[in-house]
T-cell receptor
Framework: EVQLLESGGGLIQPGGSLRVSCAASGFTFSNYAMSWVRQAPGKGLEWVSAISSSGGRTYYAGSVKGRFAISRDNSRDTLYLQMNSLRAEDTAVYYCAKDGALGSGSNFGGQGTLVTVSS | SHEWTQPPSVSVSPGQTASITCSGDKLGDKYACWYQQKSGQSPVLVIYEDNKRPSGIPERFSGSNSGNTATLTISGTQAMDEADYYC???????????FGGGTRLTVL
């Protein structure tokens, strides 16, 4: 069973930085692309970023490009999202997801971590 | 960033068929996926590659995708199907994964 445990969320001031993590288990982490998806309170899902299985290719939504950085450590089965220059509109639950091939969808195996950007 | 267009809400009576649409330019040329999200829970994939069901998803869930519109159909809708539904597809023009705005399905 795919298990994804997000952590590292919390309250951060505007302009600050935060790194969230996702510990994976139940599958061979190094074989799969991974993504971050967020959901602002009472709003819909928003794709944030994705990374290839090796980490060699990364992709970002326009709303976070230049501020966020996705990375992974395949030796630790862990996915990261470094978030800089945080804004109030970045407030959301951040989910990590195991990606299939393009078009095959994603598996959200965790409950997410809440990031609140507020002074 | 943009989103695919979904109706904000759809209502259906128990046992009837619910259809939720997702529209966007040339969406039929891309693979569409659908997710179900119940209140307080993480999203669950219910349709991938336009019309395939993951293991464990009931047969009453089906999908299609053609032209500019993808459609999720729930036949014989049950009370347990009440949830928010999101479509998703890769936009190759921007190299971004894009979600629809979401549709709240109410089973009356």
């Amino acid at each position: 069973e795919v298990q994804l445990l997000e952590s590292g969320g919390g309250l951060i001031q505007p302009g600050g930085s935060l790194r969230v993590s996702c510990a994976a288990s139940g599958f061979t982490f190094s074989n799969y692309a991974m993504s971050w998806v967020r959901q602002a309170p009472g709003k819909g899902l928003e794709w944030v970023s994705a990374i290839s299985s090796s980490g060699g290719r990364t992709y970002y939504a326009g709303s976070v490009k230049g501020r966020f950085a996705i990375s992974r450590d395949n030796s630790r089965d862990t996915l990261y999202l470094q978030m800089n220059s945080l804004r109030a509109e970045d407030t959301a639950v951040y989910y990590c997801a195991k990606d299939g091939a393009l078009g095959s969808g994603s598996n959200f195996g965790g409950q997410g971590t809440l990031v609140t950007v507020s002074s | 960033s943009h989103e695919w267009t979904q109706p904000p809400s759809v209502s259906v009576s128990p046992g009837q068929t619910a259809s939720i649409t997702c529209s966007g330019d040339k969406l039929g040329d891309k693979y569409a996926c659908w997710y179900q999200q119940k209140s307080g829970q993480s999203p669950v994939l219910v349709i991938y590659e336009d019309n395939k069901r993951p293991s464990g998803i009931p047969e009453r869930f089906s999908g299609s995708n053609s032209g500019n519109t993808a459609t999720l159909t729930i036949s014989g809708t049950q009370a347990m199907d009440e949830a928010d539904y999101y479509c998703q597809a890769w936009d190759s023009s921007t190299a971004e994964m894009v979600f629809g705005g979401g549709t709240r399905l109410t089973v009356l």
